[in-house]
């Protein structure tokens, strides 16, 4: 099992080169933590210093951080299955990466 994953924009078959050179926004900050509330119903959001939010339930623990105005340009994923950052990707449109493997995958 792995515990830490990033999500972005992107395909999981253009690979994990064309996935960095991406600069895709995720989302607005409100409508992120609304799809991710909805796909992990038990996640509580708190907002920490410099712009970064962290979400926390028993599923998974959630990390982002705003550009600009209020852009998400990536999250990260931690302590959870694989499956959660699988409904997650798919409720956001995201592709995940697990940083332990480097695999990508789509939700």
Known sequence: MSYDYILMKGEAKAGLE???????????????KTSISQAV?????????????????????????????????????????RAVVERVAKALGLVAIDEQSEELFDG
């Open 41 to 81: 119903p038990s996640v509580r959001w708190k907002e920490g210093p410099g712009n970064c939010w962290h979400g926390r339930s028993e599923e998974a623990e959630f990390m982002f951080l705003v550009a600009g105005t209020d852009d998400v340009r990536m999250l990260h994923m931690s302590h959870c299955e």
């Open 18 to 32: 064309a996935l960095a050179a991406l600069s895709e926004t995720v989302g607005q900050v409100e409508s992120v």
